[in-house]
């Protein structure tokens, strides 16, 4: 026990009428180094004021964001068999997955949920990074697909916020199975003549970017967001060359043709409402008509004044 620190100072702190500090008060922007109070970012959606750095938000916290007056309804997570593989690595994957629910207070890590935005009713699918990484495994899959046959059921576009890092090795093959398996649903959708908005955030790697991530009507990335399929190490060492610089970041992908528009999270909210709108057919903010210009009268011309 260090005497100092666990009696010297608190007697001190207490003498003079001091307060402990909360650790969050103050975050560091990774980009410029500047602190930031806490509150400040919160408001402003866990965007650094001063550098428009997108730092990782809460999905809970995204969508009371996204959704009319902060509210939403989410959807009961489907159920399915725990640990089929009952894997081990350091440590048991039921641990892991106890030890995540406890965390996160979520099932696993997607999130389906019921709202308007602008007054339009949609369905929003969303990846909880703080869940093992956002990584699909069986009970993910079979949340997206319960998003994509709600959507369906209630004639509502979906948006779907993707954050991950792919498959999720505990499930080995089980994990994989849920790509085609969504991209069935993601079909189905579109079938159904209903809009599919995909926003990738930060970051979008793996399987899920092989797959429902990259099949929207509109692909729609976060600034800075990291999207791809392999690491740049892997594929630096597999093709032997330096990538280039902001290789798979937002506004590369922009420039390339992978990504139809990069928006700050603070403007999605009114861009996807209005894409939205687009797409189903309603009408945007009516202009008026302009009155009709009065046609002038020609009269005609004596031909004693044309000669």
């Not at 009952?86 to 709202?115: C, M, P, S, W």
């Not at 990846?127 to 709600?150: N, P, Q, R, V, Y």
């Not at 890092?165 to 159904?192: D, F, H």
């Not at 902001?246 to 990504?259: D, I, N, P, S």
Request: charge should be negative.
């Amino acid at each position: 026990m260090n005497w100092i620190t666990n009696y010297v100072r608190p007697k001190i702190n207490s003498m003079l009428g001091r307060r402990e500090m909360p650790e969050n008060l103050w975050i560091k922007d990774p980009e410029s180094g500047e602190m930031v109070f806490h509150t400040d970012l919160e408001k402003n959606q866990w965007v650094v004021p001063s550098s428009g750095h997108h730092m990782r938000i809460p999905a809970k916290d995204r969508l009371k964001f996204f959704f009319d007056d902060g509210a939403f309804e989410v959807l009961e997570q489907p159920k399915v068999t725990i640990d089929p593989l009952k894997f081990r690595d350091e440590k048991r994957y039921v641990d892991r997955l106890k030890e995540h629910r406890a965390k996160t207070g979520q099932d696993d890590a997607i999130i389906n949920a019921l709202g308007t935005i602008e007054g339009l009713p949609i369905v929003v699918t969303i990846h909880d990074f703080s869940f093992m990484g956002g990584s699909l495994g069986m009970a993910a899959g079979e949340a997206i697909i319960k998003g994509f046959e709600t959507a369906i059921a209630q004639k509502k576009p979906l948006v779907l916020f993707a954050a991950s890092g792919g498959a999720r090795m505990q499930e080995g093959i089980l994990s994989l199975m849920q790509l085609p398996r969504t991209t069935v649903a993601v079909e189905m959708l579109k079938e159904a003549g209903l809009p599919y908005i995909v926003v990738l955030t930060n970051p979008t790697t793996g399987g899920v970017s092989a797959s429902y991530a990259m099949l929207g009507d509109i692909h729609i990335a976060e600034p800075g967001a990291l999207i791809g399929f392999a690491g740049q190490r892997v594929i630096e060492q597999t093709i032997r060359e330096k990538l280039p610089e902001g290789f798979q970041r937002a506004e590369y992908l922009k420039a390339h043709g992978m990504v139809d528009m990069v928006v700050p999270r603070t403007e999605l909210k009114a861009t996807i409402a209005r894409l939205l709108k687009m797409l189903m057919g309603e009408a945007a903010t009516e202009v008026p008509e302009e009155p009709p210009v009065e046609q002038a009268v020609v009269l005609p011309v004596p031909a004693e004044a044309r000669a």
